[in-house]
């Protein structure tokens, strides 16, 4: 029973696919890649020398890993007025919330790892982008459930003094975020473990802080699910997942017109304290950005 009313097991809210479009496109890009070694090789080698590079957080404040640590989360809200200026100087920059999200988690980022008294003048920052990969699908894929996502890695130089050219920034981190959808990027993330390292491997032990963050983002959430009947409305929605080997993971969407943000991170690479400090760096900027 919900709301004083019988669950009705006819009603269905999709069905599960076995992402069979994803596994044909891959082969394909792999049999293509294998005809050019050298440029699979190279795919190869920046891929491993982005994982094996020394991330931001871990360089700045330095923890021991903790074999019981716990994922824990921060969540912060914009208001609906907030939210709408947010969007509309998007679109008036030309740049979607993705891509200006991603820009602001970037240089919060480096305010943050500045407070702590890592001064640079740019900053690599090594993001996993969650790409969803029914966009890659043919016909109608809003019935299908399942998780279908990979988190093709992006890199990008921010400069330390970003704040008058944040939106030209932008527009450079949503440029390469569309050419890599365009060119099927998120399929090189699967590459390394095509080409030779087994499941068992990569997942043997606990790897350290493989990028900066990583970043999940499902957009308006009204426009996907009800969210108010008549005896019962959706308030807040929470997502989270297990930050096995990154620090921490930035999920955002639009649920009753306002901006909702979950910080997911690892207790033995983040404390709650600094957690949440990023959270109000992040907020602060979005704010900051918005009035420019």
Same mark, same amino acid.
């Given at each position: 029973?919900?709301?004083?009313?019988?669950?009705?097991?006819? +009603?269905?809210?999709?069905? #599960?696919? !076995? @992402?069979?479009?994803?596994? #044909?496109?891959?082969?394909?890009?792999?049999?293509?890649?294998?005809?050019?070694? $050298? /440029?699979?090789? !190279?795919?190869?080698?920046?891929?491993?020398?982005?994982?094996?590079?020394?991330?931001?957080?871990?360089?700045?404040?330095?923890?021991?890993?903790?074999?019981?640590?716990?994922?824990?989360?921060? =969540?912060?809200? =914009? &208001?609906?007025?907030?939210?709408?200026?947010?969007?509309?100087?998007?679109?008036?920059?030309?740049?979607? +919330?993705?891509?200006?999200?991603?820009?602001?988690?970037?240089?919060?980022?480096?305010?943050?790892?500045?407070?702590?008294?890592?001064?640079?003048?740019?900053?690599?920052?090594?993001?996993?982008?969650?790409?969803?990969?029914? /966009?890659?699908?043919?016909? *109608?894929?809003?019935?299908?459930? @399942?998780?279908?996502?990979?988190?093709?890695?992006?890199?990008?130089?921010?400069?330390?003094?970003? /704040?008058?050219?944040?939106?030209?920034?932008?527009?450079?981190?949503? &440029?390469?975020?569309?050419?890599?959808?365009?060119?099927?990027?998120?399929? =090189?993330?699967?590459?390394?473990? +095509?080409?030779?390292?087994?499941?068992?491997?990569?997942?043997?032990?606990?790897?350290?802080?493989?990028?900066?963050?990583?970043?999940?983002?499902? @957009?308006? #959430?009204?426009?996907?699910?009800?969210?108010?009947?008549?005896?019962?409305?959706?308030?807040? =929605?929470?997502?989270?997942?297990?930050?096995? *080997?990154?620090?921490?993971?930035?999920?955002?969407?639009?649920?009753?017109?306002?901006?909702?943000?979950?910080?997911?991170?690892? *207790? $033995?690479?983040?404390?709650?304290?600094?957690?949440?400090?990023?959270?109000?760096?992040?907020?602060? *900027?979005?704010?900051?950005?918005?009035?420019?």
């Amino acid at each position: 029973m919900i709301t004083g009313k019988p669950v009705d097991d006819k +009603v269905q809210m999709g069905n #599960v696919a !076995s @992402g069979e479009e994803t596994k #044909v496109i891959l082969t394909a890009m792999v049999k293509r890649l294998r005809e050019d070694k $050298d /440029r699979l090789q !190279s795919i190869i080698e920046d891929i491993n020398k982005s994982r094996k590079a020394e991330k931001l957080i871990p360089q700045t404040f330095p923890m021991p890993m903790d074999s019981n640590y716990r994922v824990e989360m921060v =969540l912060q809200d =914009l &208001d609906k007025e907030t939210t709408q200026k947010f969007f509309k100087r998007c679109k008036q920059e030309g740049v979607t +919330v993705n891509s200006a999200m991603t820009a602001v988690i970037n240089v919060s980022l480096v305010d943050f790892v500045r407070e702590g008294g890592l001064e640079q003048d740019t900053y690599t920052i090594h993001e996993l982008h969650g790409i969803n990969m029914r /966009r890659y699908w043919s016909g *109608n894929t809003n019935g299908t459930l @399942g998780c279908h996502m990979l988190l093709p890695r992006v890199l990008f130089s921010t400069p330390a003094k970003w /704040r008058e050219g944040f939106w030209e920034y932008t527009r450079t981190i949503h &440029d390469t975020i569309v050419r890599g959808l365009e060119e099927k990027d998120a399929f =090189l993330s699967l590459l390394e473990m +095509v080409e030779g390292a087994s499941p068992e491997t990569i997942f043997e032990k606990r790897p350290y802080s493989e990028c900066d963050y990583a970043i999940g983002n499902i @957009g308006n #959430v009204d426009n996907r699910i009800t969210t108010k009947m008549q005896n019962v409305q959706l308030c807040h =929605l929470v997502r989270s997942v297990s930050c096995w *080997n990154d620090p921490m993971y930035s999920f955002f969407h639009t649920l009753n017109g306002c901006f909702a943000y979950s910080l997911v991170y690892c *207790n $033995d690479v983040l404390t709650r304290e600094m957690a949440s400090r990023f959270l109000d760096i992040t907020f602060d *900027n979005i704010r900051a950005v918005t009035q420019q």
